[in-house]
């Protein structure tokens, strides 16, 4: 039997997950040059890690759950990986 969770961590992530969002948003508008993608895969990165943590209950779940995450982010890189040499041997591409 699954016990329910606890109300205030889910009203937390999900206020976080706000604040990230109006501050991705708040970024987009300001001329940072080069560093525009950096900042938002950092505060992606961050809003992922909420996710994780929060809704998917790694912070406090067993290992397996830890292996089948790793997995799926493993199979994403292979992909993100694919994808970008499929791009790098285009003609045209710099």
Do not use: C
């Not at 205030?8 to 040059?33: D, E, H, K």
């Not at 790694?58 to 992909?79: D, H, M, P, T, Y």
Request: proline letters at 4%.
């Amino acid at each position: 039997m699954r016990k329910e969770a606890p109300l205030r961590p889910l009203i937390l992530a999900w206020a976080a997950l706000l604040a990230l969002l109006g501050l991705t948003l708040g970024l987009s508008y300001l001329p940072m040059g080069p560093f525009n993608w950096a900042v938002a895969l950092a505060i992606g990165g961050i809003k992922a890690l909420i996710v994780l943590a929060v809704f998917m209950e790694l912070r406090e779940g067993a290992s397996l759950r830890w292996v089948f995450a790793a997995a799926g982010f493993f199979w994403l890189g292979i992909l993100l990986l694919l994808s970008m040499t499929d791009y790098a041997t285009r003609a045209g591409w710099h």
